[in-house]
C-alpha cells in the first residue's frame, strides 16, 4: 500500500476481482479450499468533498486575487473559471478546440482522455453550452494564442491540450 501509494479503495478493486477468481475457482472445483474467503477486504477511506460556497467562488476569480490564487496563470484561471461557469468536465475542458467556440456558446462534441486522446463525450452526445461574453473573451484571447494548432488550453500553441497534471 505505501509502495505504490494506493488507497484502501484501489486495493478493494482489485481484492474483490481476486475474490471473483478464487470464488470461481472452488466452485468448479480447481481448489478443494475456497480461498476466496481469505481475501481481506479493507476498511474504505474515500474522501468526502466539500462544496465552495458562492462568495468562496467569487472571492477566488475576484481581479484582485488574480494574483495570489492564480500565481498569474492565466491558462489555469481560464480553465478553472470555464468550469466553474459551466459544469464541463475536465477532459471536455481539454477537448475544447477552436471549432468549438462560438461568441455566444460552445459545442461540447469530444473529451479527452490522456492515454487515448480525443474520444466521444462521457454520454457520447454532442451539446451546445451557452457562455457569456466575459468567457467568451477569456476563450478567445487564449484560442488566438494558439497559432500552431486547435486546442484551446495547451502550452505548445495548441497542437496538444494542456495535461491534468499541470
Same mark, same amino acid.
Given at each position: ?7 484502501? %479503495? ?17 466452485? %468448479?472445483?480447481?481448489?478443494? &479450499?475456497?480461498? /476466496? ?7 474504505? +477511506?474515500?474522501?468526502?468533498?466539500? *462544496?465552495?460556497?458562492?462568495? +468562496? *467562488?467569487?472571492?477566488?476569480?475576484? !481581479?484582485?486575487?488574480? /494574483? ?15 468550469? /466553474?461557469? %459551466? ?16 461568441? +455566444? ?14 474520444? +466521444? %463525450? ?5 451539446? &451546445?453550452? !451557452? *457562455? /457569456?461574453?466575459?468567457?467568451?473573451? @477569456? ?10 494548432? @486547435? ?9 496538444? !491540450? ?5
Amino acid at each position: 500500500r505505501k509502495e505504490f501509494k494506493l488507497s484502501n %479503495t484501489s486495493i478493494n478493486n482489485v481484492s474483490w476481482g481476486l475474490k471473483i477468481i478464487l470464488g470461481y475457482a472452488f466452485k %468448479t472445483g480447481v481448489t478443494k &479450499t475456497n480461498y /476466496s474467503e481469505k481475501v481481506i477486504i479493507l476498511k474504505y +477511506d474515500s474522501k468526502t468533498h466539500g *462544496i465552495l460556497s458562492k462568495a +468562496d *467562488i467569487e472571492k477566488m476569480f475576484a !481581479p484582485e486575487n488574480f /494574483s495570489s490564487v492564480w500565481n498569474e496563470n492565466k491558462l489555469h484561471y481560464t480553465i478553472n473559471f470555464l468550469a /466553474s461557469k %459551466t459544469g464541463l468536465r475536465i477532459g471536455e475542458v481539454q477537448a475544447l478546440r477552436k471549432e468549438n467556440l462560438f461568441e +455566444d456558446h460552445l459545442l461540447i462534441n469530444h473529451g479527452y482522455v490522456e492515454k487515448f486522446g480525443l474520444q +466521444d %463525450t462521457k454520454n457520447h452526445k454532442e451539446r &451546445t453550452i !451557452p *457562455i /457569456s461574453q466575459e468567457i467568451f473573451e @477569456e476563450l478567445q484571447e487564449l484560442s488566438q494564442a494558439q497559432t500552431f494548432g @486547435e486546442f484551446i488550453f495547451s502550452k505548445n500553441k495548441g497542437k496538444s !491540450p494542456v495535461s491534468r497534471a499541470e
